[in-house]
């Protein structure tokens, strides 16, 4: 599927190809809480990094968050997460270690994008008090991580093209 994808402002403009347009997973960490995360979680979808297209390169900003796990030491992550620099919208993420891929958010992406049959809640034991966590069915919670990929789950639901 052909995405194409915007800041708010304006000032960016991209578009790539996707083979897993839909929008599956909530993702309650508090890098994507604090960086993109407007209901308390981000929304990621896979594209192919090859196809990345962007108008209005000179406006974009790259974040390395710093990555805190339990009993290790503060590290940045390797991943880049872009943003426009003058409205502050995220837009991607895309990591080297997974250099064919790269992570639009959902929020970003102003092609009508599909309804998921099932969303995941992930890392939730990272979700702030306040964010709203909605109980109904089909769900799929993790505390942190769910060990299907992206590319699994658009497998089992038949969904890429």
């Known amino acids: 599927m052909h995405l194409e994808g915007s800041c708010h402002c304006g000032a960016v403009h991209f578009s790539l190809e996707s083979d897993s347009p839909v929008p599956f997973m909530r ?20 594209g192919d990094a090859r196809t990345l297209k962007i108008r209005g390169k000179k406006n974009l900003g790259v974040f390395h968050a710093i990555l805190r796990e339990p009993g290790e030491r503060p590290k940045r992550s390797p991943a880049f997460r872009h943003f426009c620099l003058k ?7 895309w990591d080297p270690r997974w250099p064919d891929l790269v992570y639009p958010l959902a929020s970003a992406i102003d092609t009508p994008l599909p309804k998921p049959p099932e969303v995941v809640e992930a890392s939730l034991d990272s979700a702030a008090s306040w964010a709203d966590v909605p109980p109904d069915v089909p769900r799929r919670r993790h505390g942190l991580w769910p ?4 590319v699994e789950w658009h497998d089992r639901h038949h969904l890429r093209r």
């Open 27 to 46: 993702c309650y960490c508090s890098i994507c809480r604090k960086t993109a995360g407007g209901g308390g979680y981000a929304i990621n979808i896979g």
């Open 87 to 93: 409205c502050g919208s995220a837009l991607w993420l």
């Open 147 to 150: 060990s299907e990929s992206l």
